[in-house]
């Protein structure tokens, strides 16, 4: 399990916080955020649907791993796990920015009597709009719903993760992603059906 790093025009692999020497900047969380960060956003994003909240989980990820693992990481340590566990973090914090977004629609929605609004001006055709985002609201709300491993298999693949990637996040054996992310589908399309 490795992410590809481009280096000054090369691209090598990276296995563990050690390897990202040379990325052009001197400290060992520097290198492993230089390393990891986009893949981070794109797990948050894929989840998410929007880059400026994926970004921002992507940054608490990063702040929670620095405040656990700064000491080893000064001390020279090398952090084996961090990959997964950057990647864990992300479907996880992502999740309860999605669950958040839930409970706060119904707390406003509640006090104020708030309806979402259905048209955008500048949508060439207001109701495929609509279907999308009530579609994809629909699916979100459902992964909200799924247990915890379920949604995080689910949301790690979609973003593009292997198995073995996402296996390594889960902190399970590869061989068992195809049975997750089965079983995790047809929980989630049971849940659409609800």
């Not at 009530?134 to 699916?139: D, N, P, Y």
């Amino acid at each position: 399990m490795s992410v590809r790093v481009g280096t000054y025009g090369s691209v090598r692999d990276v296995q563990s916080v050690r390897d990202v020497q040379g990325v052009g900047v001197g400290d060992p969380f520097e290198r492993l955020f230089t390393a990891e960060y986009a893949t981070v956003v794109a797990i948050a994003s894929r989840v998410l649907a929007d880059a400026h909240e994926a970004e921002d989980v992507a940054q608490d990820v990063f702040v929670q791993f620095h405040r656990a693992y700064a000491r080893d990481l000064r001390a020279g340590h090398t952090v084996p796990h961090a990959r997964p566990w950057l990647h864990a973090a992300a479907v996880h914090t992502a999740l309860n920015v999605v669950r958040g977004r839930r409970r706060r629609a119904q707390r406003e929605k509640a006090e104020f009597g708030a309806h979402e609004r259905l048209y955008d001006a500048g949508a060439p055709d207001p109701a495929h709009v609509i279907e999308r985002e009530e579609r994809q609201g629909e699916v979100r709300r459902a992964l909200a719903r799924l247990p915890q491993k379920s949604a995080a298999v689910l949301a790690l693949r979609y973003s593009g993760l292997s198995y073995a990637e996402t296996a390594a996040a889960l902190g399970v054996n590869v061989g068992q992603i195809g049975t997750l992310l089965r079983r995790a589908e047809a929980t989630l399309r049971k849940e659409m059906t609800l």
